[in-house]
């Protein structure tokens, strides 16, 4: 399960600022703190369930960022 974390925290940015609407300062924001997150190697410092719950948080700030 810590390998599949490390995969999901492991994509590349998706271009969530690329694609928000003009003006959207919370995905402005989101990209911008995706742009300065630690390296995924780090991943494997964090316990389970935070990894998880910062994947999960990504999944759907990139979803609403589209």
Same mark, same amino acid.
């Given at each position: 399960?810590?390998?599949?974390? /490390? +995969?999901?925290? +492991? ?6 600022? $690329?694609?928000? *609407?003009? *003006?959207? $300062? *919370?995905? /402005?924001?989101? $990209?911008? /703190?995706?742009? +300065?997150? =630690? =390296? /995924? ?5 964090? =316990? =389970?369930?935070?990894? !998880?719950?910062?994947? !999960? ?10």
């Amino acid at each position: 399960m810590r390998c599949a974390m /490390a +995969a999901v925290l +492991a994509i590349p940015l998706t271009g969530c600022a $690329a694609t928000m *609407g003009d *003006g959207d $300062a *919370g995905c /402005a924001s989101y $990209a911008e /703190a995706r742009l +300065a997150r =630690p =390296p /995924a190697e780090t991943v494997a410092e964090v =316990p =389970p369930v935070w990894a !998880d719950w910062i994947a !999960d948080l990504d999944d759907r700030m990139t979803g609403t960022c589209r």
